[in-house]
Every structure is written in C-alpha cells, then in structure tokens.
C-alpha cells in the first residue's frame, strides 16, 4: 500500500494542530504530534527552561518517525510538529504544509497562549523571517511545500484547502506572504523585530 505522509508545520500558535487534528479525521488517517510522542516515548534530550521547552532527540526520534510510516496500516498519515521537516526523511514525505499567520494576529494568538518576554519574540522573529518554510525548502523538494496563509481563516476553510492540494483539485504555492514588506509598510517592524 502506497502511504501519504503529510507534514504540518509552521511557528507555534498558527494553529497546526486544530488542522491536523481536523485533516486527520477527514482523511481517516493516523495523527502524529511530535511533541506529544517525544513525551510520550522518552524522545528527549533534555529541558530548555528558558524557553519552557522539551529538547528532542532528533536522531532517536527520526527512527521512531520510520518505523510508525513503515508499520501504519492506514493510506494516509499527519505529522504535526514545527521541526517535521527535520524528523520525518524526505523520501517518506509527500507534501508540506507551512501555515503562516499574520505576525500582528500571531501575538494575539501567542499572548493568549502565555508567550511572553523572549519566547513571544523569538516566535514572532521565526515568523517574519519565513524560518519554517526556509527550513522546508532546504530539506525537501520544492513541489512537496505549500505555503498557506491561515491569517483569518477558520480550520474548516483551511482543511478544505488542504485537501484540494492532496487531491489535486488546488495548486500548491511558495512565496505567498511578506510579512517583513507588510510590516515595513505599516510602520511596525521595529517594534515587532526585538529579538
């Protein structure tokens, strides 16, 4: 059986997860939280208490991403993490999906999630400066990326359009937002560049 592995990246609070979580049950696939199964399975090097975080092992974690592909019994397979691109080898990916978020919407989302100080605007930098799908188009073929701007949207819209991307119904598409230009021209940059 020919598995799709599809990949949901993006910086924290775009809304991955709602997504996948949404795709997942539309497609009757297996869902994937890579930060989840890294606490789940001990996947970890250590803490970063700055940041609040866990910090994976990659390596470890990378095995464990080949042996769930290779042992799924179902066609299709979400994987839902911000460093995806990093963990899951391109030859098993068949499509990536950057969400990206309007960086004065995403401090919205980010605040109300409990970002502050440095998380808050490193996040927000990660954002601007395009980190996540440069990360993806470094480590996978240009045609699997698909960029998608998720700023007002709701997840139902966004699943719709994702699911024409796999059925081939949607284009896929790369260098759909700026938000460094958009912030510039509002006058906001600096205030939203601290890091």
């Known amino acids: 059986m020919s598995k799709r592995v599809v990949l949901v990246i993006g910086t924290p609070c775009v809304g991955k997860t ?3 979580r949404l795709l997942t049950s539309k497609l009757g696939a297996f869902y994937v939280n890579l930060t989840d199964l890294a606490l789940s399975e001990n ?3 250590g803490k970063d208490e700055e940041r609040t975080s866990v910090i994976v092992d990659e390596n470890r974690m990378r095995h464990r991403i ?3 592909v290779k042992n799924c019994d179902k066609g299709d397979i979400v994987i839902d993490g911000h460093y995806a691109v990093r963990v899951v080898p391109d030859e098993l990916t068949t499509c990536v999906f950057v969400l990206r978020r309007d960086p004065v919407e995403l401090r919205k989302f980010m605040a109300h999630c409990n970002f502050y100080g440095r998380k808050l605007w490193e996040n927000l930098a990660s ?3 395009d ?3 440069c990360e993806a188009l470094s480590v996978c073929e240009k045609e699997k990326v698909c960029e998608l701007d998720v700023s007002g949207r709701n997840v139902e819209e966004i699943v719709c359009e994702v699911l024409g991307v ?3 119904s949607k284009e896929c598409h790369v ?3 700026d938000w460094l230009g958009k912030l510039e021209s509002e006058g906001l940059l600096e205030e939203f560049l601290r890091v």
């Open 131 to 133: 980190v996540c799908l």
């Open 127 to 129: 954002e601007i400066l």
């Open 18 to 20: 709602s997504i996948s």
């Open 166 to 168: 796999l059925n081939g």
């Open 43 to 45: 996947l970890v090097l």
């Open 175 to 177: 260098g759909v937002v």
């Open 66 to 68: 080949r042996a769930i």
